[in-house]
């Protein structure tokens, strides 16, 4: 095999979108499919949304990158909005999710360590997906993303996904910190239980550990509310945000209260394009549309239409499909089988794009501004996809 230009890691298909119009994005050769897979939780206002399109010109006409050696106006006000509307106190931003992420592990790490404690260990939950760098592969029990890159960095310990007895017993005197996603994305869209994130809560504060949750995925509107731990009655001490924070522009964030961020102060940690002007711009756009009662009502509204049709479709194929689970628009379906084989076929005979996870299920995963429209065109597509699928034969 000769190698290509591109390091072939991804399984790509065939599919080669070379533009976007909303919830639509059109191949190199012309063909169109409806978007409910939206870059992975990232396109929450679909393709050439006029507001976040004109911010990024803008700002590339005023100023794209400076370093963070220098004051940052477009940071302080991003961070501001962040602070203003959630229940952080203190904001690092990154390029990426697992990034955040690390930026998180570092700062339950440094809270501990930077009073004289030698803390270090972080309890997470089986299948999730926090990310592909050494810290955030070491921080799964998925041993796919580990194979050929061991030894992984020691200090993380994992436990059932929404099991409070497990994640108590897990607890030592070096727990430094849980990691949990509220609802595991990649692992197949599973929504952690009230009672499994609240006793999480009460669990950090009873033995002064760091309460850290992966919001990449579930976080910016996607479940309903700008983010998901505001639907279990909870706060985190630690949170990573990314995906659909700059609407296709790569960018995180790590947010903190004042008291879990005491450990990063001056020289501790670091980004070269972290939180750039341009970066800013396409947070600020983003925001300005998503985070205001009325956004977010059509979120949530859609999402129960979108669900309540999905549930009444897979009704008629039992031998497909067992049920719908999530939040919002972060929505799976449940299937019989291993869904990649039927993901590849709406993509490939019905111009419907979705994505595979975990457990069986696929996910789907709209632009948050889609209609009633987009909608019933998904259902056509879903319904024409469901009839002509073949199952695969089992082995
Ligand atoms: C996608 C994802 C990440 C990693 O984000 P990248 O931007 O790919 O680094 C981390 N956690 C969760 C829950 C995710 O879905």
Not at 174 to 179: C, G
Not at 207 to 228: F, K, N, P, W
Not at 246 to 265: D, K, Q, S
Request: aromatic share 8%; hydrophobic share 40%.
């Amino acid at each position: 095999m000769s190698i290509t230009p591109l390091m072939p890691v991804y399984p790509r298909c065939g599919f080669r979108p070379v533009r976007g119009e909303g919830a639509w994005l059109i191949s190199e050769d012309g063909s169109r499919a409806l978007d409910f897979a939206a870059g992975i939780a990232v396109n929450l206002l679909g393709h050439g949304h006029p507001h976040l399109t004109k911010a990024i010109q803008d700002q590339a006409a005023t100023l794209i990158h400076v370093s963070n050696l220098y004051g940052s106006p477009q940071g302080e006000a991003f961070a501001q909005r962040l602070v203003d509307t959630t229940f952080a106190d203190t904001v690092f931003f990154t390029n990426s999710g697992a990034e955040a992420v690390e930026c998180a592990i570092k700062t339950a790490r440094a809270y501990h360590q930077s009073q004289g404690s030698d803390r270090f260990e972080i309890i997470t939950f089986k299948n999730a997906f926090h990310g592909r760098t050494m810290a955030t592969i070491s921080a799964s029990n998925q041993e796919k993303m580990h194979k050929g890159f061991m030894p992984l960095l020691e200090g993380f310990k994992y436990v059932d996904f929404d099991d409070l007895e497990g994640a108590k017993a897990a607890i030592g005197p070096k727990t430094a910190a849980f990691l949990v996603e509220p609802i595991q994305g990649e692992g197949g869209v599973r929504p952690a239980s009230d009672a499994f994130m609240q006793g999480l809560r009460a669990l950090a504060d009873e033995h002064g550990i760091m309460l850290i949750l992966d919001e990449v995925q579930c976080g910016v509107a996607r479940s309903g509310t700008l983010y998901a731990y505001e639907q279990y009655g909870i706060i985190p001490d630690i949170m990573a945000t990314a995906k659909g924070l700059g609407g296709g522009f790569p960018v995180g964030a790590c947010l903190a209260t004042e008291e879990a961020a005491r450990g990063m102060v001056v020289g501790t940690h670091g980004s070269t394009y972290g939180g750039n002007p341009f970066a800013m711009a396409a947070c600020q756009a983003v925001w300005d549309v998503v985070a205001n009662e009325e956004f977010l009502t059509h979120v949530r509204s859609t999402g129960e239409k979108l669900r309540s049709t999905l549930e009444q479709f897979i009704g008629n194929y039992p031998d497909l499909f067992t049920g719908v689970r999530g939040k919002g628009l972060m929505l799976g379906v449940m299937m019989t089988h291993e869904t990649r084989a039927f993901v590849a076929h709406l993509r490939d005979n019905h111009g419907l794009l979705l994505v595979a996870a975990g457990d069986n299920t696929f996910r789907v995963l709209p632009p948050l501004n889609i209609g009633d429209a987009e909608i019933q065109i998904c259902m056509e597509k879903l319904s024409a996809g469901a009839a002509s699928y073949q199952m695969p034969q089992a082995a």
